[in-house]
């Protein structure tokens, strides 16, 4: 959540960037709702695209979250809560001969958090559209509050460097490949997040102490894609992406997808998605002592941990509408099914007399809905 206002930047700057053509004018209205794990996330997004001339588009979207929070994390040491998060994004797309130049700004806010995001990407086509290049950078500025002390105030900055590059291969299939490298700088922990050790004084319990991240990270993936059009009105996409940073996670994640139009108006899509982390250097869910090493976290995202999401949705697209001004309509709705199972962060909330170290392990599922409404003018 914290770092959404860069995720989201990228993604719209990712987005706008694949070929030399401008995004046509369009409203998109979207509503999201995640549950699963104890989190209750949802809210509405509205994103309003205008051209100007035949060179520049412009665009902002407001976006929200509501969060109803009830998770393992914060059942452990504290009460459930709820918070709101309202993001703003404008940005402005630049289109030159075979090129597409890219700018926005992001501003996300709720109330011990703030996120500023400056973004910029170009995109240039050669060989006659068959390759694309994408370069993209965004800065980010966050600052760090806490609920209930007005002096604590910590700062974190964030750069992202992304290249990438797109290639047909045939007239029915797309290759492409991109490299991300984030540098993460400042305050990068959860001011509320704890950890915990056994008590000197009892062996047969535990005690908690606030968790202590290095003030440093970089991060760098890789990720192959392939798309290949089948001859019925179908397509098949593959995707496999390789993480690793310098707090020792290296992780893995493999994606197949199908895409089917039934006819002129309907299209289903599904996907399967596989995903695998090692822990953190610094991580642990039960330390032996009180301030055993320098750094300490207890983050179950930071621990082992594998997930498995399937994904299922449906498309209904209306083109040439009969509704005044409406060019293009589409109407989806999609359903993510999430599993993650923990390999070393235990459940201290579970019912039953545990000792120390003996609790069940982890796991949770969750269901992610998107409807959304485009209408392009």
């Not at 992202?160 to 047909?168: A, E, F, H, I, P």
Request: proline content about 3%; hydrophobic content about 35%.
């Amino acid at each position: 959540m914290r770092s959404g206002c860069l995720l989201l930047a990228l993604a719209l700057f990712g987005h706008s960037a694949i070929a030399a053509t401008l995004p046509v004018d369009n409203v998109d209205v979207l509503y999201h709702r995640y549950d699963g794990g104890g989190m209750v996330i949802d809210g509405p997004s509205v994103l309003v695209r205008k051209g100007i001339g035949s060179q520049v588009s412009l665009s902002g979207q407001y976006y929200v979250d509501s969060v109803s929070a009830a998770s393992v994390d914060v059942l452990a040491t504290a009460s459930p809560y709820e918070e709101e998060r309202n993001e703003y994004t404008f940005g402005v797309d630049y289109l030159h001969d075979k090129s597409i130049l890219s700018l926005g700004f992001t501003n996300s806010t709720e109330n011990d958090y703030e996120a500023n995001t400056v973004y910029f990407s170009v995109s240039q086509e050669f060989f006659g559209g068959m390759s694309t290049v994408t370069m993209g950078y965004a800065s980010g500025w966050d600052e760090v509050g806490r609920v209930g002390n007005d002096s604590f105030s910590e700062e974190a900055d964030r750069r992202n460097y992304q290249l990438g590059l797109s290639q047909v291969v045939t007239r029915n299939s797309l290759v492409g490949v991109d490299l991300e490298v984030v540098t993460d700088e400042g305050f990068l922990q959860n001011p509320y997040r704890q950890n915990r050790y056994i008590d000197p004084n009892d062996s047969t319990a535990f005690l908690y102490q606030p968790e202590r991240y290095p003030e440093t990270r970089t991060s760098t993936s890789v990720a192959l894609r392939a798309l290949y059009y089948l001859p019925y009105r179908a397509s098949i996409r593959g995707e496999y992406r390789y993480f690793s940073d310098t707090w020792g996670i290296n992780a893995h994640t493999v994606e197949l997808g199908y895409v089917h139009g039934l006819n002129q108006h309907w299209t289903l899509e599904g996907s399967i998605r596989f995903y695998s982390q090692n822990e953190a250097d610094f991580y642990s869910d039960l330390f032996p002592f009180e301030n055993s090493q320098t750094h300490l976290a207890r983050d179950k995202e930071l621990s082992s941990l594998s997930g498995t999401t399937l994904a299922a949705g449906a498309v209904y697209e209306w083109k040439q509408t009969s509704l005044p001004g409406i060019d293009r309509l589409q109407f989806s709705l999609l359903l993510d099914w999430l599993n993650f199972d923990y390999d070393n962060f235990r459940d201290v909330t579970a019912p039953g007399d545990y000792l120390p170290g003996e609790e069940p392990l982890y796991s949770f599922d969750a269901l992610v809905t998107r409807a959304s409404l485009i209408l392009e003018y």
